[in-house]
């Protein structure tokens, strides 16, 4: 089992930033992939980005030149650093793990941006 713990969101005014983080614990080793997933109110939960083990990145282009993430494999995490946020961004912010055999979801953080 994976176990997965979103933080760092918030309210922020449209134009700001955050960087929100996943910590999983449990069987880490057997990740691979990781991901952040958005859904907004009376939406459908959607992909917002990737990462690999390797590192190699993609992003859904409603964020690119927006969003990063990035991986820390020692601690764990994985991170998107947020920018210039909209009001349509926000949502709350699911992180989610493959391993061979599973995927994991986390519980979500909140980010509000007002316009």
């Known amino acids: 089992q994976v176990q997965l713990a979103e933080s760092g969101g918030g309210l922020v005014q449209a134009g700001g930033s955050l960087r929100l983080s996943c910590a999983a614990s449990g069987r880490i080793f057997s990740i691979n992939t990781m991901a952040w997933y958005h859904q907004a109110p009376g939406k459908q939960r959607e992909w917002v980005a990737s990462i690999t083990n390797g590192g190699s990145t993609s992003y859904a282009d409603s964020v690119k030149g927006r969003f990063t993430i990035s991986r820390d494999n020692a601690k764990n995490t994985v991170f998107l650093q947020v920018n210039s946020l909209k009001p349509e961004d926000t949502a709350v912010y699911y992180c989610?793990?493959?391993?061979?055999?599973?995927?994991?979801w986390g519980q979500g953080t909140q980010v509000t941006v007002s316009s």
């Open positions: 989610r793990a493959w391993t061979t055999l599973n995927n994991y």
